[in-house]
């Protein structure tokens, strides 16, 4: 890139002006003294191909996507990655060459955040229970599958939602019933929540947890509130848990050091920085 050039990146959805990448991002590139600008960009559907395939000529070198445009994103993208595809959705464009390249790094900052917070968590020991199946639980089911974690104990409120993703993923992914989630829990070494039950202002959680013993480790995608149901149940237990604010912020390292050239550190100043508001 010329010298003058200054690599602009953002964030697209529709809403957009939600989203705390620019915050997240921002603050890296204020830590590393790096001239560039990360910002919310509110692309309506029909705008969205045309909007996308310009971005380059407007000084953008790559931007995440979120919500609705995670799979079509993959549509329009020239190069994807292997992952991108198992997922089936991406979250993170690079534009270099003239070509859109696609990845999805949810799975990564999810396997990072756990790594981070439980250096010790040890995936291969035993089943993991993912309950949910939306996005969310494909991207980390691909990283749990990654990690060595031999079987998924899959579970979600559409039983049908659940098998689709069983007959994506093959025979390491066994189906159960929702009603059935508070006894899965017995089975399992890792228990994540990748539904949005327990959000502020959501559902609430219901299911059983007297089956919660100290050797699982716990964490929740949800991070706001930080302290969910389950983690508060899950650490009565004296379960390890782990919070879902740094999966938002390891999501993002890969972007970051693809567009602007540094990788970047999730450090607890940045997560009180995103906790502030």
């Known amino acids: 890139m010329s010298e003058h050039k200054i690599p602009l990146a953002g964030v697209i959805g529709c809403p957009i002006s939600h989203s705390k990448s620019p915050r997240l991002h921002g603050h890296w590139l204020k830590t590393y003294g790096i001239a560039g600008h990360y910002v919310h960009l509110h ?7 045309d909007a996308l395939r310009n971005m380059p000529k407007l000084g953008f070198v790559g931007c995440n996507v979120t919500i609705p ?28 060459d003239g070509k859109i390249y696609a990845d999805n790094t949810d799975g990564y900052g ?7 917070g439980e250096p010790d968590w040890k995936p291969d020991l035993g ?5 949910g199946a939306g996005g969310a639980a ?28 069983r007959s994506d993923f093959g025979a390491k992914v066994r189906v159960v019933e929702w009603v059935n989630a508070g006894d899965a829990i017995a089975d399992a070494h890792t228990i994540v929540n990748t539904t949005s039950l327990g959000m502020k202002g959501g559902p ?15 964490t929740d995608i949800v991070y706001t509130p930080l302290r969910t149901h389950l983690l508060n149940e899950a650490e009565k237990a004296g379960c390890r848990t782990v919070d879902g604010l740094g999966m938002l ?29």
């Open 43 to 49: 692309i309506e559907k029909e705008d969205f191909p």
């Open 69 to 96: 445009y995670k799979i079509a994103a993959l549509e329009i993208a020239d190069v994807i990655t292997d992952r991108a595809s198992m997922i089936g959705a991406a979250n993170t464009l690079t534009f270099r």
């Open 110 to 116: 999810f396997t990072a955040n756990v790594w981070q």
């Open 127 to 131: 089943p993991a229970l993912v309950l």
């Open 138 to 165: 494909r991207a980390i089911i691909v990283a749990l599958l990654d990690s060595g974690v031999p079987e998924i104990i899959l579970t979600n409120r559409t039983r049908a939602n659940a098998e689709a993703l």
């Open 204 to 218: 609430e959680f219901k299911v059983n947890l007297d089956k919660l013993r100290a050797d699982q480790l716990v």
């Open 249 to 277: 912020l390891h999501q993002a390292v890969p972007g970051f050091e693809r567009w602007f050239g540094k990788r970047p550190e999730v450090t607890e100043e940045l997560r009180q920085l995103m906790l502030a508001g």
